[in-house]
């Protein structure tokens, strides 16, 4: 991977493994930055451009044996130690010649939440759906300022509207937290986090439609028995896990 700068190349890698990852029948789509900067093209803003240091990777619980394949082909050398005890659900590959790496969740996504995500893989696109990566940042307990960034970035580049894999989806996403009041609160914390932001000049105004949106939506959406009997204990008792810090190897 000898060339420009690694965070400069690693959206042209990443569309690299999706073209080749198709060529092998393979179903992969990308979550994370890089996947929200290729869902929004042109409609980016710019403003948020930032560095990219890993492609992250979502596939098949049949395909992580072929995309390891596939990494290996392209330069990417795996991290043994994590990959072997990750139980084939999580694997980690980094670039020998810079800190880039790629981390790829197989099958299924947990993180402080877990996530309903495989159907995703068959909706089109180089990435998952808008909603799914919107959800994949909104599970974060604890966000930083990059988490924040793609938050606004997407919800201000992505159109409002269920059935489409490009806009942001409220329905879709009120089932999922109406399943589970450990990711409603999650979503909630953070989607009135994302709010102040806005209020505060933080985040651009374009983004308030959309999560005015969905906390209506979250809101609305009638509430399994689970979730009601949850709801009564709420914050008393942690409501999300504590994801493993990933280590770069080299």
């Known amino acids: 991977m000898s060339g420009p700068p690694f965070d400069d190349r690693l959206p042209e890698e990443a569309r690299g493994i999706l073209a080749d990852a198709e060529r092998d029948g393979l179903r992969v789509r990308l979550l994370g930055g890089i996947a929200i900067l290729l869902q929004l093209g ?7 451009a930032r560095p990219y240091r890993d492609i992250d990777l979502f ?13 290996a ?21 980094h670039d020998p010649q810079s ?9 299924e996504f947990q993180m402080c939440h877990e996530l309903p995500l495989a159907d995703g893989l068959d909706r089109p696109g180089p990435s998952l759906p ?12 604890e966000l930083n300022a990059k988490d924040r960034s793609d938050l606004y970035a997407l919800l201000s ?6 059935g489409d894999p490009a806009a942001i989806e409220p329905g879709r996403m009120a089932e999922v937290t109406a399943r589970d009041w450990g990711v409603h609160h999650t979503f909630e914390l953070n989607l ?8 505060a000049g933080e985040g651009p105004a374009a983004a308030g439609p959309a999560v005015e949106a969905l906390l209506a939506a979250m809101e609305q959406a009638p509430k399994s028995r689970g979730w ?17 810090e990933v280590e770069r190897e080299g």
Request: net charge positive; glycine share 12%; aromatic share 8%.
């Open 192 to 199: 009135a986090r994302l709010r102040e932001g806005i209020a």
């Open 59 to 71: 596939c098949g619980r049949k395909d992580g044996r072929g995309l390891e394949r596939l990494l």
């Open 130 to 141: 808008a909603t799914d990566l919107v959800m994949t940042k909104l599970q974060i307990v």
């Open 157 to 162: 580049g992505s159109p409002l509207g269920d």
């Open 73 to 93: 082909a392209r330069g990417w050398a795996p991290a043994s130690e994590f990959n072997a005890l990750g139980g084939g659900r999580r694997l980690l590959f």
């Open 42 to 48: 042109d409609r980016f803003d710019p403003a948020f």
């Open 228 to 244: 009601r009997m949850r709801a009564k204990v709420g914050e008393r008792k942690r409501w999300y896990e504590l994801p493993e």
């Open 99 to 107: 800190e880039a790496q790629v981390d790829v969740f197989v099958g």
